[in-house]
């Protein structure tokens, strides 16, 4: 499938680096592919760690004019890329599911949700107040500022393409830093097209860059450890996360990280099964189960298991795999091979242990990135399944009888990302909700990522939030101010 009879618009269509408000070519080039065909979509320019440098270097000489705008020239800026970005919205959903596979429903609902944390953003940033503190001497005047941090780097996983893109440069861009992603070797179309689009808006040259590169430890190397970078942001795995936020500590640079997860989903027997299901599965089967938030383990009361597993394994059996481009598709692929071999590998582990498998369990016939949706039951704490995250079209039920239990088993992790309760008791909920280990938890519902609402982990699931007040304040230095008089 050709990339230009699939976009209206081409001009979104970029196969070079954005740096400086110039698109460069690379000392090489990267291969896109749609991983549904496995056809090629596109010859990127592979970026190096010089070429990161030079974007450093771009947004470290763009800073202080960009810092130095007031917040409603950034915000009108900014809501013309959002603009922009609405009126293109189609064009980008097609161009997200040929790079990543999700179904095209679901790219539709990323790019509306990547470009309302730049219309967020874009208003939030009026709201920078500081404050006035009561002195401690009649001599002196005490007050607090917000000032942007600087340059701030991003490492941008290829789950989410677009907004994982926008929930991080959108607030620093607002708050005035400038900016420098990385985007996923596997997804850059998306990245360079949101730059394309952020160009005619009108940013200004090196405010934005993006450096595309197969070699992510070097280019990793330069956006953690040089000194004109302030902050560094990433989106992906804890081990990554781990060797990132050590590489950052060579300069002390403020972090945000949001790392790994594995989301406990407990259904409690006063839990209307029907909702619970239906939350199950748009948590469970998103982007084929590729995403951090993904129940990971469905903790199901024994007096309600048999009813709810019959749901769930009706609901799974209605998914319909095929192209993300196909009518009717609500199952794309996964990214790539050697992820479906990994699910594949903890099923067979699972069944091995005593695992049942109730539906699935194997590859599919629609190509090589495809795995039927699957579903096991008695299942057990010490199986590798229930301790690692998935991140695949699996669905893995156990059962619990105690509420203090669950909630011990439930906690029972190094990863503290998100969590789901299903239960018709407010009393139960409440206390639950609180006594989970997360940064998140959704109560009744599947899906719960809104822009206005902080988005992030806690132990080993990483630190920082995105969205909402807090997501802002991550770009901001607060500065204290005293005057003699």
């Known amino acids: 499938m050709e990339l230009n009879t699939c976009v209206q618009n081409t001009n ?14 690379g000392a090489g080039k990267l291969a896109v592919t749609d991983p549904a065909s496995g056809v ?10 010089a070429d990161a440098e030079q974007a450093v270097a771009a947004a470290h000489a763009a800073f202080p004019a960009w810092s130095r705008k007031t917040a409603g020239e950034r915000a009108a800026v900014l809501k013309r890329w959002y603009q922009l970005i609405v009126d293109n919205r189609e064009d980008l959903a097609r161009l997200l599911t040929l790079e990543q596979g999700k179904p095209l429903a679901e790219a539709l609902g990323e790019i509306d949700y990547g470009a309302s944390y730049i219309e967020w953003f874009a208003e939030e940033c009026r709201r920078a107040y500081g404050q006035t503190i009561p002195t401690h001497n009649p001599a002196m005047r005490l007050h607090t500022i917000r000032q942007p941090v600087g340059v701030v780097t991003c490492i941008t996983p290829w789950n989410f393409p ?21 985007p996923a070797a596997e997804t850059p179309l998306s990245a360079l097209a949101l730059c394309a689009l952020a160009e005619q ?12 590169g197969s070699d992510s430890p070097a280019l990793g190397e330069v956006l953690t450890r040089d000194p004109r970078v302030a902050k560094f942001t990433f989106t992906g ?3 990554v996360g781990k060797l990132l936020m050590a590489q950052c500590a060579s300069t002390v640079k ?5 790392l790994g997860g594995n989301a406990p989903f407990i259904v409690f027997d006063d839990a209307d099964i029907d909702v619970a299901v239906t939350a199950c599965v748009a948590t469970k089967m998103r982007n084929a189960g590729q995403t951090c938030v993904s129940t990971n383990r469905i903790y199901v009361h024994e007096s309600v298991h048999d009813a709810f597993v019959t749901k769930l394994r009706t609901q799974l059996e209605s998914l319909e795999p095929g192209h993300g481009l196909e009518q009717g598709t609500t199952l794309g692929p996964m990214i790539f091979r050697r992820a479906v071999d990994r699910v594949h590998g903890l099923v067979e582990e699972a069944v091995a242990n005593g695992a049942r498998l109730e539906l699935g369990g194997d590859f599919l016939p629609n190509g090589e990135n495809f795995y039927a949706p699957t579903l096991l039951t008695q299942v057990h704490d010490g199986m590798r399944i229930a301790r690692e995250e998935i991140f695949g079209p699996l669905a893995v039920v156990q059962t619990f009888r105690d509420e203090d239990d669950v909630i011990q088993r439930a906690n029972n992790t190094p990863f503290g990302l998100a969590a789901y309760v299903m239960s018709e008791n407010i009393h139960r909920a409440n206390r639950v909700v609180e006594a989970l280990e997360y940064g998140m938890v959704a109560c009744n519902a599947g899906v719960f990522s809104t822009t206005v609402a902080p988005f ?3 132990k080993e699931s990483g630190i920082g939030r995105e969205g909402g007040v807090e997501g802002m304040a991550e770009f901001y230095e607060t500065k204290y101010c ?4």
Not at 40 to 49: P, Q, V
Not at 162 to 182: E, H, S, Y
Not at 201 to 212: E, H, M, R, Y
Not at 482 to 485: A, F, H, I, T
Request: hydrophobic residues 45%; contains cysteine.
């Open 12 to 25: 979104l269509l970029k196969t070079q680096n954005f740096i400086a408000g110039e698109w460069r070519d």
């Open 40 to 49: 090629t979509l596109a010859e990127i320019a592979d970026g190096s760690a």
């Open 162 to 182: 677009n907004a994982m893109i926008t929930r991080k440069a959108a607030p620093a861009l607002a708050a005035g830093c400038t900016v420098v992603i990385k």
């Open 201 to 212: 808006a009108g940013l200004p040259a090196g405010t934005l860059n993006v450096v595309v």
């Open 237 to 239: 795995s804890t081990p």
């Open 254 to 258: 403020k972090m945000s990280m949001e």
């Open 456 to 458: 992030g982990g806690c």
């Open 482 to 485: 005293c005057y003699g008089v």
